[in-house]
């Protein structure tokens, strides 16, 4: 089957590759961060075929008390997950969530971390694929065992100190709502505020109405905007979720960044990190 020309692939494309003789493998990445949490949804129908993965327990590892809320799995425990979810080192893989991409997209970079190269997100999700006529199904598959092996460390990351050191030589963009950059709610966190010299990017304007990215060039056009262009570009949000869909979106935009996977979780677990609120940016 032919490598993933581009992280996302469109609900039409998609349907034709699984009628084709070697189908990718496609991976329910359901989640939302309020609950409750997906595997409720794909028992209720997911795409042919997919299998469920749990963004909580399979994509991340359990929190500490210096980490944030969704720390980078262990990679061996993760490729016992995708083994057995029939990912072999030739697969192709497609990740989906409900709609936006934002929980497919932390399936999405977590993999390429872990050593994938041939991983893509379905634009717009379960339900631009119901709206191209895709059919659902509550059958959950037995895939043959895949023999995918992995390797931590394929995409560079970012801690506490580099990201406070890219805010001010660089650029690091802040991918949660505008409120909750400026401090005036935080629904999650014990403290609330960004990262002093992080710029507020929400991920909310990636995406079109229907939940589909924005055209390549008007998201190089916003991030441009924002400084992104022949710079460093460092991203994190709350916990390193919809951070992960801010590079995906730079990903489509020809851009690329570096995640800060603690996020702001991991940056108040210290209280000498110092903490802007506002709209400023230093």
């Known amino acids: 089957m032919p490598s993933v020309p581009s992280p996302l692939v469109s609900a039409a494309a998609l349907r034709t590759r699984c009628a084709g003789q070697e189908p990718p493998v496609l991976l329910d990445v359901r989640w939302s961060l309020t609950g409750p949490h997906g595997r409720e949804d794909y028992d209720r129908g997911h795409l042919p075929g997919a299998v469920f993965v749990d963004l909580d327990t399979e994509l991340s590892s359990a929190r500490t008390a210096t980490s944030g809320r969704h720390p980078l799995p262990d990679v061996a425990a993760l490729q016992e997950v995708l083994r057995a979810a ?10 989906y969530d409900a709609r936006d ?15 994938l190269t041939d991983v893509a997100v379905l634009d717009g999700g379960l339900a631009a694929w119901t709206a191209a006529g895709g059919e659902v199904t509550t059958d959950v598959p037995s895939p043959p065992r895949g023999d995918v092996a992995l390797r ?7 801690d506490a100190d580099a990201a406070a050191t890219l805010a001010r030589t660089g650029l690091l963009l802040d991918a949660r709502a505008p409120e909750r950059y400026r401090g005036e709610v935080e629904p999650v966190d014990p403290v609330a505020g960004h990262v002093p010299g992080a ?3 929400p991920t909310a304007a990636n995406v079109g109405p229907d939940g589909t990215f924005l055209p390549a060039d008007e998201l190089r056009a916003r991030f441009t905007a924002l400084g992104a262009d022949g710079v460093q570009v460092g991203v994190y949000c709350g916990s390193g979720v919809t951070a992960a869909h801010e590079l995906l979106a730079l990903d ?23 903490v802007a609120t506002g709209a400023e940016t230093g």
């Open 199 to 201: 710029v507020n990017a």
């Open 101 to 115: 991409a934002t929980s497919a997209a932390r399936g999405w970079w977590v993999l390429r971390w872990a050593g």
């Open 86 to 95: 029939g990912v072999s080192g030739s697969s192709v893989v497609v990740l």
């Open 252 to 274: 489509v935009a020809g851009l690329t960044g570096t995640l800060y996977p603690g996020s702001w979780s991991e940056w108040v677990t210290n209280p000498e990190r110092p």
């Open 152 to 158: 931590a460390g394929a995409l560079p990351v970012l």
